[in-house]
């Protein structure tokens, strides 16, 4: 059965850092491309950052781009963003998914093209 478990967020103050993780277990990952999404209230489900299956290749958001950074770590099948110069609107509940890639095309930012997710974790950013 596979599953993603997303840790890591909580709340931090405006200005702060945090470090999400998403392990990933039931197979093995390293042919998918793995992604972080957002959603908050209200709001619909957006995409943050995407990696290639061998990390080399990795898209962000406009929105996010230059403060977050997403890597992956094959050996344990986890994949990681590093959120830095958070601010109150990157307040969301923060999933990660995961979807087989060949290489082909650019890797998706729409999450109807990713197969599997977690159940999220929690993000706040106070002003």
């Known amino acids: 059965q596979v599953q993603l478990v997303e840790s890591g967020g909580r709340l931090v103050q405006a200005g702060g850092s945090l470090r999400l993780s998403c392990a990933a277990s039931?197979?093995?990952?390293?042919?998918?491309?793995r992604a972080w999404f957002r959603q908050a209230p209200g709001k619909e489900r957006e995409f943050v950052a995407a990696?290639?299956?061998?990390?080399?290749?990795?898209i962000y958001a406009d929105s996010v781009k230059g403060r977050f950074t997403i890597t992956r770590d094959n050996t344990n099948n986890t994949v990681y963003l590093q959120m830095t110069s958070l601010k109150p609107e990157d307040t969301a509940l923060y999933y990660c998914?995961?979807?087989?890639?060949?290489?082909?095309?650019?890797?998706?930012?729409?999450?109807?093209?990713?197969?599997?997710w977690g159940q999220g974790t929690q993000v706040t950013i106070s002003s």
């Open positions: 998914a995961a979807r087989y890639y060949t290489g082909q095309g650019t890797i998706p930012r729409h999450p109807q093209a990713y197969n599997y």
């Open positions: 039931g197979r093995t990952f390293s042919s998918y491309a």
């Open positions: 990696i290639s299956p061998t990390g080399f290749y990795k």
